[in-house]
């Protein structure tokens, strides 16, 4: 008696409901007279979920693309912008995207000189700590096509000018930061 009814749970099937907050889809599996076996759940080439991501329905690829950002647009990196408030409206930054800092190299009419910081921390950063700091760029780096930094990592990234002991940091708004987010392999329109 055990087998038979082991047997017969086997050949039921239920309807199955799921919602993907992702997708914004809802797919029912539709149920399966027992007379049926084994279980099919409806999905076929032409309506499986998957098939959105062939041919038919290509994933944007402009939104996979990394971008090459000047930092500051054209104000470029000198003391006295708001690179917080830049960052804020230039947002978002994806991963692998290439953060360009131009500035003047130093000379004898320029009286700043400027360099590019990477602090470890969201405290270092706040209180502009540059001995907690690695200098990525020195002054002589700003010029031409300027300095090039890959966000290659999903984790906050906190830059700053280092010069003068932190003033630039401090005083000048020479600082901002930045966390990547990871690019959407989605669609973007529906099927």
Known sequence: MARKFVGSMMMICVVVVT?????????????????????????????NWWSRFGNNHP?????????????GGSQHWQFGYNYSDWAI??????????????????NATNPFQHSVYLFPNFWSFKN???????RV???????????????????????ACGEKNGIHCNNGLMK?????????FWPTSPP
């Open 19 to 47: 919602v993907s907050p992702i997708v914004g889809t809802t797919m029912a599996v539709p149920a399966v007279p027992a007379a049926k076996p084994p279980c099919s759940f409806g999905f076929n080439k032409t309506d």
């Open 128 to 134: 502009c700590d540059i001995k907690k700091a690695k």
């Open 89 to 106: 409206k230039n947002a978002p930054f994806y991963l692998n995207d290439t953060l360009v800092f131009k500035y003047e190299a130093p």
């Open 176 to 184: 901002f930061a930045v966390f990547p987010m990871i690019h959407s």
């Open 59 to 71: 994933i944007n690829k402009t939104q996979q693309e990394a971008k090459t950002i000047i930092v």
């Open 137 to 159: 760029a020195k002054p002589a780096q700003g010029g031409g096509d300027g300095f090039k930094f890959v966000l290659n990592k999903w984790q906050p990234y906190y830059f």
